[in-house]
């Protein structure tokens, strides 16, 4: 189950965060989400030297911890999306499946010329179409 998702711009800065448990896990979750940042900054800045990993933008699991499991993805312009989740068998397929998904939501909502560069995203169409993306992470069809 994904318990939380993030776009962090290319400067660091959070554009959108979304938790998606019932309980007071929030500030954990930032906290895990911001730490998962430095391990992005690590693999881009110290690539293995391959060809396919350089163009490669799903960083894979970022690290594992006792109770979640952070996974990643760098977009060409350098924006990261990050997703927590508390399944500890997860599908490199499917979390590879979550990202484009979540990626093509992305580029709609800052497609919207009402949207600021570099600012949060606010848009209400873009929270329901990541809550369908979370909901329907796992199953084998798309939404």
Same mark, same amino acid.
């Given at each position: =189950?994904?318990?939380?998702?993030?776009?962090? &711009?290319?400067?660091?800065?959070?554009?959108?965060?979304? $938790?998606?448990?019932?309980?007071?896990?929030?500030?954990?979750?930032?906290?895990?989400?911001?730490?998962?940042?430095?391990?992005?900054? +690590?693999? %881009?800045?110290?690539?293995?030297? *391959?060809?396919?990993?350089?163009? @490669?933008? !799903?960083? &894979?699991?970022?690290?594992?911890? +006792?109770?979640?499991?952070?996974?990643?993805?760098?977009?060409?312009?350098?924006?990261?999306?990050? =997703? %927590?989740?508390?399944?500890?068998?997860?599908?490199? %397929?499917?979390?590879?499946?979550?990202?484009?998904?979540?990626?093509?939501?992305?580029?709609?909502?800052?497609?919207?010329? !009402?949207?600021?560069? &570099?600012?949060?995203? *606010?848009? *209400?169409?873009?929270? @329901?179409?990541? $809550? &369908?993306?979370?909901?329907? !992470?796992?199953?084998?069809?798309?939404?």
């Amino acid at each position: =189950m994904i318990v939380c998702v993030a776009v962090v &711009g290319h400067q660091n800065n959070p554009l959108y965060l979304q $938790s998606f448990t019932d309980s007071d896990d929030a500030l954990k979750l930032h906290h895990i989400v911001h730490c998962s940042l430095d391990v992005i900054d +690590e693999r %881009v800045n110290n690539p293995k030297k *391959t060809a396919a990993t350089l163009s @490669e933008t !799903f960083l &894979g699991l970022l690290y594992p911890s +006792e109770n979640y499991r952070v996974y990643g993805y760098l977009t060409n312009t350098k924006v990261k999306f990050i =997703m %927590v989740t508390t399944d500890l068998d997860v599908r490199d %397929v499917d979390v590879r499946s979550f990202f484009r998904r979540f990626h093509a939501a992305y580029v709609d909502a800052v497609s919207n010329p !009402f949207h600021v560069p &570099g600012k949060k995203i *606010t848009s *209400t169409t873009f929270a @329901e179409r990541v $809550s &369908g993306i979370v909901k329907s !992470f796992g199953s084998s069809t798309p939404a």
